[in-house]
């Protein structure tokens, strides 16, 4: 049977497989970077709307979920988002920043790609795809049967990401690997995803799909300032989508539709007006959404008819709107998976197993989650290329 034998053979050509195939093969180490679809890196093509939202100027630790907070602190201070712009300069790729330090490609994420690529190339590194990775055993070296023979390597790397997104290809591969070496895992849940609500809850908020406004999202002790979308199941948007990975089952979201008002003084300001409620909220509010929450939360009278005790109960309401989720929509519409490979059995500066010298687990496979806002790419680049420097 032919064997292949590499130094370094990584499962999984996405972000962070790529950065750790060229840091590797430009330290003059022999890669082989496998995976099993036909089209290469296609979450980083779809990502942010074909643009690829690549990195956060303002990545920090603070912006990562993980059971073991501090294990993203070296890995992120070692490969900063300034490293990979300098790599999308020498490569003419053009960028620009949008809201909140995040970083989009000026033409289609395809460049990206396309740089990633050509920097493993100039490197060297062997690519086998498409190519099934099957049976992993483990002797003075890794022993990998595929599609297309074995393949014997020193270090083997898992960079087959989570379960989010499954149509493009997402499967639980790595997690079998960690399981089958005897490396715990963390609870995994879909993150960066929309929220549903029981139907009939949600029944007197349908008509407001597709209405949108700035709101600030609260659970636990996170928060979120950002667009909340109403969806015919229930809320989407950037600050729907940033608590989801924080939001606990069973449990209430704390929402304030109107950070900038206080209502309780607007209100007593105006009590005199003769407006009706919802023609006067729509001063503040979407025109759907005030019509709602005239005619829902309250009754819709001119102010001056409103009871005093009323207003107050709405102001509070509009200020701190308690609604629980029935769930999420799932890993079909979630950008990442929360948890994964628990990273207190791995190196914070290599990546690499503790208990299991040369394996090696990168990118969103592991328990560390970015918020939205192009941080998990840039996880994907600095874990890639910590464990390209160890390999």
Same mark, same amino acid.
């Given at each position: 049977m032919n064997v292949q034998k590499t130094d370094v053979l990584i499962i999984g050509a996405g972000a962070a497989g790529m950065m750790c195939a060229l840091t590797a093969a430009q330290r003059g180490r022999s890669v082989l970077l496998l995976d099993h679809a036909h089209k290469l890196a296609e979450k980083i093509r779809i990502s942010g709307g074909g643009r690829c939202n690549f990195t956060n100027l303002n990545a920090k630790p603070e912006n990562y979920l993980s059971l073991n907070p501090h294990f993203c602190r070296s890995a992120l201070a070692r490969f900063t988002p300034q490293h990979f712009i300098a790599m999308l300069d020498r490569h003419g790729i053009g960028h620009?920043?949008?809201?909140? *330090?995040q970083l989009f490609c000026d033409d289609e994420s395809e460049a990206i790609i396309a740089m990633l690529k050509s920097e493993c190339d100039a490197a060297s590194v062997h690519w086998s795809m498409p190519c099934e990775a099957g049976e992993i055993r483990r002797g003075s070296a890794f022993t990998v049967n595929t599609a297309r023979g074995i393949i014997e390597s020193a270090s083997l790397v898992i960079a087959t990401g989570g379960l989010s997104i499954p149509k493009i290809g997402a499967t639980p591969f790595g997690y079998k690997v960690a399981e089958q070496f005897g490396v715990p895992m963390t609870r995994l849940k879909p993150?960066?995803?929309?929220?549903?609500f029981h139907p009939e809850e949600w029944a007197a908020y349908t008509d407001l799909s597709g209405a949108s406004l700035e709101a600030v999202v609260s659970f636990d002790k996170h928060s979120f300032r950002e667009n909340l979308l109403f969806t015919h199941r229930g809320l989407s948007g950037p600050a729907i989508l940033q608590i989801s990975s924080y939001w606990e089952p069973g449990e209430p979201l704390d929402i304030d539709l109107l950070p900038d008002h206080d209502m309780r003084e607007i209100f007593a300001q105006q009590r005199g007006s003769k407006m009706l409620l919802g023609n006067f909220l729509a001063q503040y509010l979407p025109k759907r959404l005030a019509d709602i929450v005239a005619t829902k939360w309250a009754q819709n009278l001119p102010l001056n008819q409103c009871a005093d005790k009323e207003l107050r109960a709405l102001a509070d309401k509009l200020k701190h709107w308690q609604i629980t989720p029935t769930g999420t929509l799932g890993y079909s519409k979630a950008?990442?998976?929360?948890? *994964?490979?628990?990273?207190?059995?791995?190196?914070?500066?290599?990546?690499?197993?503790?208990?299991v010298p040369g394996l090696f687990f990168i990118g969103e496979v592991m328990d560390v989650t970015g918020?939205?806002? *192009?941080?998990?790419f840039q996880w994907a680049w600095a874990s890639g290329y910590a464990a390209g420097q160890a390999v």
């Open positions: 620009h920043e949008k809201t909140l *330090g993150g960066l995803v929309p929220l549903n950008e990442v998976t929360c948890g *994964g490979v628990d990273t207190r059995a791995l190196s914070s500066k290599t990546m690499e197993c503790n208990d918020q939205l806002g *192009g941080y998990n």
